[in-house]
């Protein structure tokens, strides 16, 4: 995939507006600076780094590291009402044969926060002080999005677990542990028939009998 390079856009409305900006980027939303009434709403548009993702113990990184997002911010009588919409791509080891794993997010939350709530659903984590932590809830909201089980392909074949051969790309000749050790007489007469034609191939002269029809 061709790097992109990152986005270094000039300050926006927002950063004109006092919002805590680092090269450029949104950090946090200052959401009282953008002097709303009750019912008033603002879309905010910036980028945010993002910083690698730790899951299932490996690193997944946003490529580009710095991504696009749009933040809606709504006043209401006793508090905010805040969307947040990003994309992002991330790139990082799948878990069956370590090989390069694709991922594509696309977000679109949703946070409430009521001024003096006793629930926990009616707050936002990231809006302490009136100051909106942008960049935290975009890397949670990545994080929470990524799938259970991260893979190159749903059809990965994964290592080999006793040779270590990548059998996405090679086909080893070590014993499939998915066999039941019924069939394993069947499955070496089959790798016996298998070097059988092998060999018929190259000299012509086979000690296993193949009726190639
Ligand atoms: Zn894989
Ligand atoms: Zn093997």
Do not use: F
Not at 91 to 105: E, N
Not at 106 to 115: G, H, K, L, M
Request: glycine share 8%; with cysteine.
């Amino acid at each position: 995939m061709a790097r992109r390079p990152a986005a270094h856009k000039a300050s926006g409305p927002a950063s004109r507006a006092g919002n805590p900006a680092v090269d450029g980027r949104l950090v946090a939303i200052d959401v009282r600076s953008l002097e709303l009434h009750s019912g008033g709403a603002r879309r905010v548009d910036g980028s945010v780094h993002v910083d690698a993702l730790r899951c299932g113990g490996q690193d997944y990184q946003a490529e580009p590291a710095t991504v696009d997002v749009q933040c809606e911010v709504v006043r209401l009588v006793n508090g905010w009402h805040l969307r947040l919409r990003t994309q992002a791509d991330l790139r990082g080891p799948c878990w069956r044969c370590l090989g390069d794993a694709h991922l594509h997010s696309a977000i679109d939350v949703t946070e409430i926060a009521i001024e003096g709530a006793e629930d926990p659903d009616m707050e936002c984590l990231y809006l302490v002080d009136d100051v909106l932590e942008i960049a935290d809830w975009v890397r949670d909201a990545i994080a929470e999005d990524l799938p259970s089980t991260i893979l190159c392909d749903e059809d990965c074949a994964g290592l080999c677990p006793s040779c270590g051969e990548n059998r996405n790309l090679v086909r080893c000749k070590c014993a499939r542990p998915d066999i039941d050790p019924r069939w394993s007489g069947l499955a070496e007469l089959a790798q016996r028939l298998e070097i059988g034609s092998a060999d018929d191939d190259n000299a012509g002269d086979s000690a296993v009998d193949v009726d190639e029809d």
